[in-house]
């Protein structure tokens, strides 16, 4: 680790939005494509100008500050759910510049990310990245060097690594920062220079950006950039040497993230420790829980045979007779499928008998699809919810409007009965 001189690190006051990577190195503005260790370059993403990560599992973690809203990742942009946003808290009162909400649809091939169980210790290597500004000409002030901010707006990448003196006595790895109304446990890092490698601070454009540390032999999300730490009188749009870099510490936070953002019993891998979180596992957000099962137990089709990976650990193997199979290709296993053979991956079953919209025009319950059915289709054809003779038991794909789509069930499917079924309870009422 570097030593910030002491005096120095006394007069360090004030604490700006953090924004984006610089470099300090020769590649200052290079960096622009993922590094060759990769700690998670793909799951940073742009949200508003500003950043955030994607946890995975349709969960974005970001600084408060930065909100909610659509985010991009790779050349898609993902919408944010309404009301999804959960802020997190700081104890014992107060709340940290964190919060997560959700995106959907989301990037399935991005991988989960794994967060610490520990902040990371001084001297630990990191790997900032974030969107923002390019490194301007070489400047000084007080006798202290650094650089200017030169403007745009660029995904980059630089080095650091963990500890800096944000009081007087040695380096830190965290410490409390109070700022604009929170209360955040931060790792921090300092800006050196002459540092080996590409040594990155952040500049205007980084708050929410990625935080990777090295945790081990593996690579983990272990804070979210929140805040840039200057010198009292420091000139604007400037990065000098010995400016402290804070980020949310996940490590403090962790239980808290992943009780909202991975839920247990799931049959997906939501702690990222290479074990898929099965029914009667109350610790699946614990990193050592030994009830879960192995990695390909993900009940998600990775092999794109038609068939979800479930106790399986040959999931890459196409035609692998240990998969659970999915006639439909709905993300759904055949047993628990409403409709076998048409994809209804969001399981809509409105009136509760087993049967999902997507394969029941037996709109009377009396076990086909006949005049009586049709008549009550036409009857509500055109409308939408909430408006006078909506049903949304008729309404097929969901979409909040009974139309021409809807219209293709009940003629194809007229004189039949209605599925079929994956489920052993269809047929009556309440089927869950």
């Not at 540092?195 to 929410?208: H, L, M, Q």
Request: glycine fraction near 14%; aromatic fraction near 8%.
């Amino acid at each position: 680790m570097r030593r910030v001189a002491a005096a120095l690190a006394l007069i360090l006051c004030a604490a700006l939005p953090a924004r984006a990577v610089l470099i300090d190195s020769g590649a200052g503005t290079g960096n622009t494509t993922a590094p060759g260790d990769d700690p998670g370059w793909s799951n940073v993403g742009l949200r508003s100008g500003l950043n955030g990560v994607y946890l995975g599992h349709g969960w974005i973690v970001t600084a408060a500050h930065v909100g909610i809203g659509p985010v991009t990742l790779g050349n898609t942009v993902y919408p944010a759910v309404p009301g999804s946003y959960v802020p997190i808290l700081h104890a014992p009162a107060g709340i940290a510049d964190l919060g997560v909400f959700r995106i959907d649809p989301y990037p399935r091939a991005l991988p989960a990310l794994a967060i610490p169980t520990s902040p990371v210790p001084v001297g630990a290597d990191v790997v900032l990245i974030g969107w923002g500004q390019q490194r301007g000409a070489a400047t000084g002030w007080r006798g202290m060097g650094g650089w200017l901010w030169a403007g745009g707006s660029v995904k980059r990448w630089g080095t650091n690594e963990i500890g800096a003196s944000v009081g007087p006595g040695p380096p830190v790895n965290t410490t409390e920062l109070e700022l604009a109304g929170y209360t955040t446990r931060a790792l921090v890092v300092d800006f050196s220079e002459n540092a080996p490698g590409d040594e990155g601070t952040v500049t205007v454009g980084d708050s929410g950006g990625g935080f990777f540390v090295r945790d081990g032999s593996a690579w983990k999300l272990g804070g979210v950039s929140f805040a840039l730490g200057t010198f009292e009188g420091q000139p604007a749009n400037t990065s000098l040497y010995d400016n402290v870099v804070y980020a949310a510490d996940l490590s403090h936070y962790r239980d808290q993230i992943l009780a909202v953002a991975r839920p247990c019993a799931d049959g997906v891998d939501n702690d990222a420790d290479q074990a898929a979180d099965f029914p009667a596992d109350p610790g699946c957000t614990w990193i050592g829980d030994l009830s879960e099962l192995p990695d390909c137990n993900d009940a998600i089709d990775n092999d794109n045979d038609g068939a979800v990976d479930m106790a399986d650990s040959f999931c890459t193997a196409s035609g692998d007779l240990r998969e659970e199979p999915d006639a439909d290709s709905d993300g759904v296993t055949d047993v628990e499928d409403s409709c076998l053979f048409v994809a209804n991956p969001t399981q809509l079953d409105s009136d509760q008998d087993g049967y999902g919209n997507a394969c029941d025009a037996d709109y009377n319950d009396d076990g086909l699809v006949g005049v009586l059915d049709f008549s009550a289709f036409r009857k509500a054809y055109g409308s939408t919810a909430g408006s006078p003779g909506w049903d949304p038991e008729l309404d097929a794909n969901g979409d909040g409007a009974i139309g021409i789509s809807d219209f293709a069930l009940v003629r194809a499917s007229f004189g039949s009965s209605p599925g079929p079924s994956g489920l052993a309870c269809a047929g009556s009422v309440p089927c869950p």
